[in-house]
């Protein structure tokens, strides 16, 4: 989708500023262009925040669960982080 937008934008031809500049601010130089990729990254980065909050349990994280099971569980997001950063898990 980014590319075909910025396809249209500049008519098929290469772009006249770079992209990283015409997301900015009016004040900034830019023309707050809507950027596609980091509004994607930053949904999937709020729905892992989501999913590693255990006080509530929603019904697209049980399929989370089960499916991520076969590969950690939700260590898989956690990675190496320091104990301090981690949310303590429930005891059952």
């Known amino acids: 989708m980014n590319e075909a937008f910025y396809h249209f934008l ?39 925040q989501k999913y590693l909050d255990k006080t509530k349990m929603r019904k697209w994280e049980l399929f989370f669960d089960l499916e991520l099971g076969r590969y950690g569980g939700e260590a898989v997001f956690l990675g190496n982080l320091e104990n301090r950063y981690q949310n303590p898990l429930p005891n059952f």
């Not at 009016?26 to 990254?41: A, P, Q, R, V």
């Open 10 to 48: 500049w008519a098929g031809k290469p772009d006249k500023i770079k992209r990283n500049v015409i997301i900015n601010e009016y004040s900034d130089g830019g023309l707050k262009i809507f950027d596609l990729f980091s509004f994607n990254k930053s949904l999937k980065t709020i729905w892992i």
